[in-house]
């Protein structure tokens, strides 16, 4: 780590901790193990309505088709479109971000909480192979599908012709962007539910531009430099080489600016690379509560990861309310060490000194609790008179 990021002790630890110590000190490859999970199929539709949401999805992980990517065949996906009903892996679910929530809204098996009427949609989707008969009807003879081992550029250009240009297509079969047509009466309203709001986004649009938007709620401040660019760039989103996850938990603001004469309504825009999500707007409220956890996909080449506030406007531009940065990059390092290592008990392992040089409110401690590396961080926002956010952040390997 660099000095500004300096261990919390002047010696190296001592036992478990001095083996984690030692890899921390090392260049580590990028996460890559592959895994070894048994994904037999079998028949569970008996027993599953007893499971849990969380329980059923396990269970349908192992249907005939879904123990492998539906794009790539990668063993042991943790990712679904819950759009298009298939289990991806996480190569994969990259490139998927890429093509808008409108054609593919990425969650993760572990990562993200379930409920009963999500785990509904993908059953009545079908899982893999029946999307597959769908998507892949028409495929030419003489091209081949990606393999676990293919190329970004390979992934990224299939997956597009697949579920975005629907160049495999099979015309007679139901629309690919109204998966509700494939479900019972009794789920569509569920998935009117699910889908409704980022399809009525979209719909405001013309066609060419709905094509055109990419990552899940990258829509936002309207016309500002900010999205342009973000559009300009993200014909190249799905060819980035990703090595694993960030989620990133904003949990609140204190003391925001003021931007509607004695309030704001501040939202959050987090932007890595050539990914940008935003949390929900809390209205009137100048010290909000979010607890609102994003995922993002974290590229080879590590960038920092920007946080700008704004205020929502409904009649005129959003209105900045601040902006940071921060450096994830010993974050990544310490989770690779961490997963190379055996070691399970709670720990330090470094931190992001607060200095008059850096936007840190106090030091960013990086810990591993319960398994998992993550940073707490405090941010002064900075372009703005005032403004401190709070925000944690844990590094989510390719192996989950």
């Not at 289990?87 to 808008?100: A, E």
């Not at 999307?131 to 081992?149: C, V």
């Not at 205020?311 to 990544?332: N, R, W």
Request: hydrophobic share 30%.
């Amino acid at each position: 780590m660099s000095t500004q990021h300096g261990n919390s002790d002047t010696k190296p630890p001592s036992g478990s901790g001095s083996r984690l110590y030692d890899l921390l000190c090392a260049e580590q490859p990028y996460w890559n193990r592959p895994s070894d999970a048994d994904c037999t199929p079998w028949n569970f539709r008996e027993s599953w309505k007893s499971s849990g949401a969380k329980g059923r999805l396990e269970k349908l992980l192992k249907e005939s088709g879904n123990g492998v990517c539906a794009d790539c065949g990668t063993p042991d996906p943790k990712w679904v479109s819950l759009t298009l009903g298939v289990f991806i892996c996480i190569k994969c679910s990259g490139v998927h971000r890429s093509l808008g929530v409108h054609i593919s809204k990425v969650l993760s098996v572990k990562l993200d909480e379930w409920t009963d009427e999500q785990v509904d949609v993908l059953v009545n989707l079908g899982g893999n192979n029946v999307a597959n008969n769908k998507y892949e009807a028409l495929i030419p003879e003489n091209l081949k599908k990606p393999s676990p081992d293919s190329s970004n550029e390979e992934r990224a250009d299939f997956i597009r012709r697949k579920y975005e240009m629907l160049q495999f297509f099979d015309g007679n079969k139901h629309d690919p962007h109204s998966p509700q047509r494939t479900l019972s009466s009794s789920s569509q309203g569920s998935l009117s539910n699910l889908f409704g709001q980022d399809k009525r986004q979209y719909e405001k649009q013309p066609t060419r531009h709905r094509i055109g938007q990419k990552f899940r709620n990258s829509w936002g401040r309207r016309d500002s430099d900010h999205h342009k660019s973000v559009r300009k760039s993200n014909s190249l989103a799905g060819m980035v080489e990703f090595i694993g996850m960030i989620k990133v938990n904003v949990v609140k603001g204190t003391n925001l600016a003021v931007r509607d004469m004695v309030t704001s309504d501040p939202y959050v825009m987090l932007t890595l690379g050539q990914q940008s999500v935003k949390t929900r707007v809390i209205k009137n409220n100048l010290n909000p509560v979010w607890n609102e956890s994003l995922m993002l996909s974290i590229p080879d080449s590590i960038p920092p990861l920007k946080v700008i506030v704004y205020d929502k406007d409904t009649f005129s531009h959003d209105d900045f309310m601040g902006e940071a940065e921060i450096d994830i990059q010993p974050l990544v390092a310490a989770a690779k060490a961490h997963e190379r290592s055996e070691i399970q008990e709670s720990m330090q392992l470094g931190k992001w000194v607060a200095s008059k040089d850096n936007t840190l409110e106090k030091d960013g401690i990086i810990t591993v609790t319960d398994g998992k590396v993550k940073q707490d961080i405090s941010l002064r926002l900075q372009k703005v008179e005032r403004g401190v956010l709070e925000i944690e952040l844990e590094c989510v390997p390719l192996t989950q």
